[in-house]
């Protein structure tokens, strides 16, 4: 049976997995996903909002995953290829969708705070828990972070996306749901910066 709270994540996965078959254009990708994470924004109530001090520390254990998923990226050609061929399409999806009405501040607020927050909360805060107190520790960092892998990229450009989704896990885990989102809000932030 699953809990109230675990089916939360479940909802939001079916809901950006709808999205993305649908393959909106630009715009409606954009406002349609604004309303999607506002929709969620609530769920942080369900989450534990704890930071330790030594939070500092997820910083080191983060810039460490970077460098392994950027050396598997260059280490092996075809998750390079599926890497190079998201970047273009979040290039090409940040561009066009700044130029909609409202556009380059929604992308701002959606790409800094608004994903960070939800996403976040439900990989991390929701389904990172419910995985740990049914199966285990081990079993909460592979399943969130595969989940949020194959969310964004499935196939082998999931690979990256699923080491650094583990130290996500392992900001959240040893120092609370604020780091995992600042650490989120960095990733973003430099995707934001390289794209636009």
């Not at 254009?25 to 924004?41: D, E, S």
């Not at 890497?83 to 929604?106: D, H, I, N, V, W």
Request: hydrophobic share 60%; net charge positive; proline share 6%.
């Amino acid at each position: 049976m699953i809990r109230k709270r675990a089916a939360v994540p479940l909802i939001f996965v079916a809901a950006v997995a709808a999205f993305d078959l649908y393959k909106p254009a630009a715009c409606a990708a954009l406002y349609l996903g604004t309303a999607l994470y506002l929709a969620f924004v609530p769920a942080g109530l369900l989450a534990d909002w704890r930071l330790d001090r030594r939070f500092p520390l997820a910083f080191l254990a983060y810039f460490l995953t970077l460098l392994t998923a950027t050396a598997v990226i260059l280490a092996v050609p075809p998750i390079r290829q599926e890497y190079k061929e998201l970047s273009e399409a979040q290039r090409t999806f940040f561009q066009e969708a700044a130029g909609c009405p409202l556009g380059a501040p929604l992308v701002v607020i959606q790409a800094l705070a608004l994903a960070p927050l939800v996403e976040e909360v439900m990989f991390r805060g929701i389904l990172f828990e419910e995985a740990r107190r049914r199966w285990g520790v081990a079993a909460a960092y592979v399943l969130s972070s595969l989940v949020f892998a194959l969310l964004h990229r499935p196939g082998l450009g999931a690979v990256p996306i699923f080491i650094i989704a583990l130290s996500l896990a392992y900001a959240y885990h040893r120092y609370g749901l604020p780091a995992s989102i600042m650490l989120h809000f960095l990733q973003n932030a430099a995707a934001l910066y390289i794209n636009l």
